[in-house]
């Protein structure tokens, strides 16, 4: 894994924690409209860095887009839990 590919993936992780505590949060207060758009804007975040990290390096998931149309390369890469 290079440096740019390590870079994307802890950068993804840190996004994912911050909506992971922000569900927690918003579970208690459902009307906080300022946490709800904090989390919106993490979702479109997370979602468009991980089309980019997917289409540059590896599939994230088995549902991820493929890198390309001629493999199936989920089982090609290290896998995410393996960093």
Same mark, same amino acid.
Request: proline letters at 4%.
């Given at each position: 894994? &290079? @440096?740019?590919?390590? +870079?994307? $993936? ?31 804007? &993490? @979702?479109?975040?997370? +979602?468009? $860095? ?34």
């Amino acid at each position: 894994m &290079n @440096a740019e590919q390590a +870079a994307m $993936l802890s950068n993804l992780q840190q996004i994912g924690l911050t909506m992971d505590d922000l569900r927690i949060y918003l579970d208690t207060h459902l009307y906080d409209d300022y946490a709800v758009a904090l989390f919106n804007k &993490n @979702a479109r975040d997370y +979602a468009a $860095l991980a089309r980019e990290y997917s289409r540059r390096f590896e599939p994230l998931n088995a549902t991820s887009e493929m890198p390309n149309d001629e493999e199936w390369a989920w089982g090609l890469g290290d896998f995410p839990w393996d960093f």
